[in-house]
């Protein structure tokens, strides 16, 4: 049986705004002849899909569907959203790590596919971040390790795959802090199986025409997506992971999100200065070469992994909040 990670707190933050209340005007009470009750459009941003909290009512337990999205998108639109949601559920179908989402149940209901997935409560990374800095906190140099650590462990199960299953959108809004200090990397939406034949196509801008696809640019997110997810055409392989949890990494140390630079420098990090703190030299130094333009300069996941533990003085949760003042420490140069 298979789990999604979805938070009981709105997991990509759409609510409450005008556009939900629109959308819950316009839910669908029921979905597979009765047997899913759909109650609440808890993620409703992304481009070809939404997700809803529901209930089985088979076992009384709740569940994530993510509905294939069919209003405002053409028909080529839908027939690559349906392609997303197939590869989707195919990938999620072979997995199985408890940092994962597994499938429950798979169909399709009045020419829409559906994804039904186990409910995990939780909050992703950025809804903790933004949370946190309201309050004038941030994470503990500690609490980011462990997250680290956590997602290393994650990739490495992808990474080992055969053929390897690259995520390619690693970021905060990806991550969910689950209950017991749980870490779960979810949204495979974009993930793909690397094959060293394999192009990896990007979507082109005459692709992008002719599948009526003019609002994507590039796989990924930006600021977190590697440069060789950009272009015409380029081989998206396991480095391009490690470059986005350096990416990730970056934000957690110096409270810059990198989302917000501009385009000159979408794909410049400032040093991290952490010489002074333990194993600072070597943590700055790994994500340093982590978020090299160079897919081959970048280090293996061991190899983060070994030295994120080594840095860490101990194993944590998150239940550690320092006030933003004391993390003076922790800065990247001015440049």
């Given at each position: 049986m298979a789990r999604l990670v979805v938070s009981s707190r709105p997991v990509l933050g759409v609510f409450p705004t005008r556009e939900s209340e629109k959308m819950r005007m316009m839910l669908p009470s029921t979905a597979k002849q009765g047997r899913y009750r759909l109650d609440a459009c808890i993620a409703g941003g992304q481009t070809y899909s939404r997700v809803y909290q529901g209930l089985d009512?088979?076992?009384?337990?709740?569940v994530a569907i993510k509905q294939a999205k069919r209003d405002a998108l053409s028909p080529r639109q839908c027939r690559f959203a349906d392609r997303l949601f197939q590869r989707e559920a195919?990938?999620?179908?072979?997995?199985?790590?408890?940092g994962l989402p597994c499938l429950r149940d798979v169909f399709e209901e009045q020419g829409v596919l559906h994804l039904v997935m186990e409910y995990i409560e939780g909050e992703t990374l950025q809804q903790r971040l933004d949370r946190l800095r309201r309050s004038g906190k941030c994470l503990s140099l500690d609490e980011?390790?462990?997250?680290?650590?956590?997602?290393?462990s994650i990739l490495a199960y992808l990474h080992g795959q055969t053929p390897p299953v690259i995520h390619r959108d690693l970021k905060p809004a990806n991550v969910i802090?689950?209950?017991?200090?749980?870490?779960?990397?979810?949204?495979?939406s974009i993930a793909w199986r690397f094959t060293q034949s394999a192009a990896h196509l990007l979507v082109t801008p005459n692709l992008r025409q002719a599948r009526g696809l003019d609002?994507?640019?590039?796989?990924?997110?930006?600021g977190y997506a590697p440069r060789e997810q950009y272009g015409e055409a380029a081989s998206t392989s396991p480095?391009?992971?490690i470059y986005g949890l350096g990416a990730l990494l970056h934000y957690l140390l110096s409270g810059v999100d990198p989302a917000t630079r501009p385009i000159a420098r979408l794909f410049v990090f400032a040093p991290l200065r952490l010489s002074h703190l333990p194993e600072g030299f070597s943590l700055a130094t790994l994500i340093a070469r982590m978020t090299e333009s160079e897919p081959a300069r970048r280090p293996t996941m061991s190899d983060v992994r070994e030295t994120l533990e080594?840095?860490?003085?101990?194993?944590?949760g998150w239940n550690e909040e320092i006030p933003t003042s004391q993390t003076t420490s922790i800065s990247v140069e001015a440049w």
């Open positions: 009512t088979t076992d009384g337990s709740v195919a990938m999620l179908a072979e997995l199985h790590h408890p980011s390790l462990f997250i680290g650590t956590q997602l290393c802090l689950g209950p017991g200090s749980r870490i779960y990397l979810i949204d495979f609002t994507i640019y590039n796989v990924g997110s930006r480095p391009a992971d080594a840095c860490s003085n101990r194993k944590t």
